[in-house]
C-alpha cells in the first residue's frame, strides 16, 4: 500500500482531477469540506494533506489552523490548492503552517513532483528527528552509566577510607547523607543535593595518607600525630582537584574543618567565606562524630548531641545548618541516626 494523501476540495471535480493525476503513485482518499476532512482524520491519519484554500463554511485557512493547533495533525504536511494568484494568501497560509503552494489549473507533472518532494523531505525529517531522539536517549544512557559507575567508585573509595579506622565504619556514607539531607531542608535543587552527596562520601579521603597507626591509636595522640591527622584535609583537596568532570568536588574534603568563628583548619576561613557546601558537611560530620562508636566512648545520647550543637551554632558551625540538624534530631524520636541503627542506601 502506498502513501496515503488526503485531497480537501469542494469541487468534485477536482477531487477527480487530483485524484486521476496521483492514484498511479498514491492511495489517494477524497473529502468535499473541512468538517468532513475532520470526521475522516478522526479515523485515519494521511501522509500529505492536499488543501483548498477557497470553501464555504470551512475555508482552507480555518482548516490548516485547526490541523496545527491539534498535536495529532500538527505533524502532517499540507499543500495548499488555489486557482488565484494573491502573494497575500499564500504568506499567510505560510505563516499558518502550509509546506507549499500549488496553483490551479494544475499540471500534472508538477503536482506528481512537489507532492513526491515533501513526502521524500517528511520521511527526511522524520528520521532525522529519530536518530537525534536515538542518538539523545544514547548518549542520556551513557550519561547515566558513567554517573553510576562514578558513584559506585566514590562509595568504594569512601568504604576503603573508613576501613582504615575500625570505629568509624559507614561513616562517610552517613555525613554525605546527612548533608544531602540538610541541603534538601534547605530547599537546595535535586542537582545540589547530589553534588553535596558526592561532596560528603569523599571528605575525609585524605585520611588515605595518614598512617593507620595514627587513626586507629587509643592513646592521647602527640602534636606531632595530630598534626599529621591536621593533614588530611590538604591532601583529600589535592587529590580531588585534578578531577576535572567533577568541579569542586574538593570543597568538602578541604574545608570541612573550618570552623564559623574563624578557628578551624587547614586556612583559618570565617564565616561565610567558607564554602556553603562544607559548612554543611562540617554540621553533618560533627553529628556522625558523636553519633558514633570511639575507641574512648561509646555513642553519646540524643540530648547530649543536640545539646552540643545548640551550643556549637555560631561559633562551631553555621547556625542556620546547625538548626537544620537540630530539626531532624527532633524528628527522629526513635534515634535511629546514629551508627549501627542508620543504614543509608545512597540516592
Not at 475522516?40 to 501522509?47: A, G, M
Not at 527526511?124 to 553510576?148: N, P, S
Not at 575525609?204 to 592513646?219: A, E, L, M, S
Request: aromatic share 6%; with cysteine.
Amino acid at each position: 500500500m502506498g502513501q496515503l494523501i488526503l485531497v480537501i476540495d469542494d469541487s468534485e471535480f477536482n477531487l477527480k482531477v487530483v485524484k486521476d493525476m496521483l492514484k498511479e503513485s498514491f492511495q489517494v482518499e477524497c473529502v468535499n469540506s473541512g468538517e468532513a476532512a475532520f470526521e475522516y482524520l478522526r479515523r485515519q491519519i494521511p501522509d500529505l494533506i492536499l488543501l483548498d484554500l477557497h470553501m464555504p463554511v470551512m475555508n482552507g485557512f480555518e482548516v490548516i489552523r485547526r490541523l496545527k493547533a491539534d498535536s495529532v495533525w500538527k505533524e502532517i504536511p499540507v499543500v495548499m490548492l488555489t486557482a488565484d494568484g494573491d502573494r497575500d494568501n499564500e504568506v499567510r497560509c505560510f505563516e499558518l503552517g502550509a509546506m507549499d503552494f500549488i496553483t490551479k489549473p494544475i499540471i500534472s507533472q508538477v503536482m506528481l513532483q512537489r507532492v513526491s518532494r515533501i513526502l521524500k523531505l517528511t520521511r527526511l525529517q522524520k528520521f532525522l528527528q529519530f536518530e537525534v531522539e536515538e542518538q539523545t536517549r544514547r548518549a542520556e544512557d551513557r550519561r547515566r552509566q558513567v554517573e553510576q559507575l562514578s558513584e559506585e567508585i566514590m562509595k568504594t573509595l569512601a568504604s576503603t577510607i573508613d576501613a582504615k579506622d575500625r570505629y568509624t565504619n559507614g561513616h562517610s556514607l552517613r555525613v554525605a547523607m546527612y548533608s544531602k539531607e540538610i541541603a534538601r531542608r534547605c530547599g537546595m535543587s535535586k542537582r545540589e543535593q547530589k553534588e553535596i552527596y558526592h561532596m560528603g562520601l569523599l571528605h575525609d579521603i585524605g585520611k588515605i595518607g595518614v598512617p593507620d597507626t595514627i587513626i586507629n591509636k587509643r592513646d592521647k595522640l602527640s602534636e606531632e600525630e595530630y598534626e599529621a591527622i591536621r593533614q588530611h584535609p590538604k591532601i583529600g583537596s589535592d587529590i580531588l582537584k585534578t578531577i576535572q568532570q567533577i568541579p569542586d568536588i574538593m570543597v568538602g574534603a578541604r574545608w570541612h574543618h573550618e570552623r564559623f568563628d574563624g578557628t578551624g583548619y587547614p586556612d583559618g576561613l570565617k564565616g561565610l567565606d567558607i564554602p556553603e557546601y562544607a559548612r554543611i558537611i562540617g554540621v553533618a560530620d560533627a553529628y556522625d562524630a558523636m553519633t558514633s562508636k570511639r575507641s574512648y566512648r561509646d555513642i553519646l545520647p540524643q540530648e547530649v548531641v543536640r545539646s552540643e550543637l545548640e551550643n556549637g551554632k555560631g561559633s562551631q558551625f553555621d547556625p542556620v545548618f546547625a538548626e537544620v540538624m537540630i530539626q531532624m534530631i527532633d524528628d527522629d524520636i526513635r534515634y535511629t541516626m546514629r551508627e549501627k541503627d542508620f543504614l543509608p542506601k545512597g540516592i
